[in-house]
């Protein structure tokens, strides 16, 4: 999937430090991502793992400082659910 970030979304995405992505997890997403936008054009293309990862982490594993985050980077584009589909009750 093929997304646009915005100036101010790009320097959100920046404030994971470079050098945590050995710590793997939620730290090693954002590095990765980091890696992968466009600087020019806001241009990231995320695969299926990255469309799998973001809900996952923003949703699953309890309370923290990243959930805000990664809503704040690719709620715009991915909604508030960052892509995951809600389960009909």
């Not at 400082?65 to 709620?75: A, N």
Request: glycine fraction near 12%; charged fraction near 35%.
């Amino acid at each position: 999937m093929e997304i646009f970030l915005t100036n101010s979304e790009i320097a959100e995405l920046d404030r994971q430090r470079p050098n945590t992505k050995k710590d793997g997890g939620w730290e090693g997403l954002l590095v990765g991502l980091q890696e992968k936008v466009d600087r020019v054009t806001g241009r990231l293309v995320l695969d299926q793992q990255d469309l799998e990862r973001l809900p996952r982490y923003a949703f699953d594993y309890g309370r923290g400082g990243w959930e805000k985050r990664l809503q704040s980077i690719f709620g715009r584009t991915l909604g508030p659910n960052l892509g995951r589909r809600q389960e009909a009750a």
